[in-house]
T-cell receptor, first 111, second 112 residues
Framework: QKEVEQNSGPLSVPEGAIASLNCTYS??????FFWYRQYSGKSPELIMS????GDKEDGRFTAQLNKASQYVSLLIRDSQPSDSATYLC???????????FGTGTQLKVEL | EPEVTQTPSHQVTQMGQEVILRCVPI?????FYWYRQILGQKVEFLVS????????KSEIFDDQFSVERPDGSNFTLKIRSTKLEDSAMYFC??????????FGPGTRLTVL
């Protein structure tokens, strides 16, 4: 069974701090990884994709991938209350045909 | 910015009835997907569709489920005889090249 694991949280950070979200995956064949944000009652919204080892930055977001450790992370700098949501980690476990999601980490950014 | 759209936003049905959930993927995308999310649980893959045929399906996607692309814009999911446990949010997604998938707003299916 190909799994993606996340700590469910909640992860609470003060406004302006860095939020660090982590994810591990079991399928060594996965090559593509994604972070989605999901507000309560809404659909997943793609915020980052990462395909190669190392860091990828996009605005306040940085995704990190370590294929040897089967580990993906998302850093959110200067966290804002509007960042409060559940962050879903997903791995492509079907060669472009299928995403396997983790249970998500709930992030709360406090004023 | 182009978006995936889904209709209806909420569907209520009786157990044993057939339902069709509709999706309009982003126009230049080639890959289409259905996922579901039972309340409080993770997003689960159902099926992927490319070049007018199913590419992959999960064990959830049994004979009660089918997908169709009846024209150049719509992508549908049919559940032939709904069960109570089919109650969930159903999300359609599309991707330009089988990589980044963009999700629609979802259809909440309630089976009574």
């Amino acid at each position: 069974q190909k799994e993606v694991e996340q700590n469910s949280g909640p992860l609470s950070v003060p406004e302006g701090a860095i939020a660090s979200l982590n994810c591990t995956y079991s399928d060594r064949g996965s090559q593509s990884f994604f972070w989605y944000r999901q507000y309560s009652g809404k659909s997943p919204e793609l915020i980052m994709s990462i395909y190669s080892n190392g860091d990828k930055e996009d605005g306040r977001f940085t995704a990190q991938l370590n294929k040897a450790s089967q580990y993906v992370s998302l850093l959110i700098r200067d966290s804002q209350p509007s960042d409060s949501a559940t962050y879903l980690c997903a791995a492509d476990t079907g060669g472009g045909n299928k995403l396997t999601f983790g249970t998500g980490t709930q992030l709360k950014v406090e004023l | 910015e182009p978006e995936v759209t889904q209709t209806p936003s909420h569907q209520v049905t009786q157990m044993g009835q057939e339902v069709i959930l509709r999706c309009v993927p982003i126009s230049n995308h080639l890959y289409f997907y259905w996922y579901r999310q039972i309340l409080g649980q993770k997003v689960e893959f159902l099926v992927s569709f490319y070049n007018n045929e199913i590419s992959e399906k999960s064990e959830i996607f049994d004979d009660q489920f089918s997908v169709e692309r009846p024209d150049g814009s719509n992508f549908t999911l049919k559940i032939r005889s709904t069960k109570l446990e089919d109650s969930a949010m159903y999300f359609c997604a599309s991707a330009p090249e089988g990589n980044e998938q963009f999700f629609g707003p979802g259809t909440r299916l309630t089976v009574l």
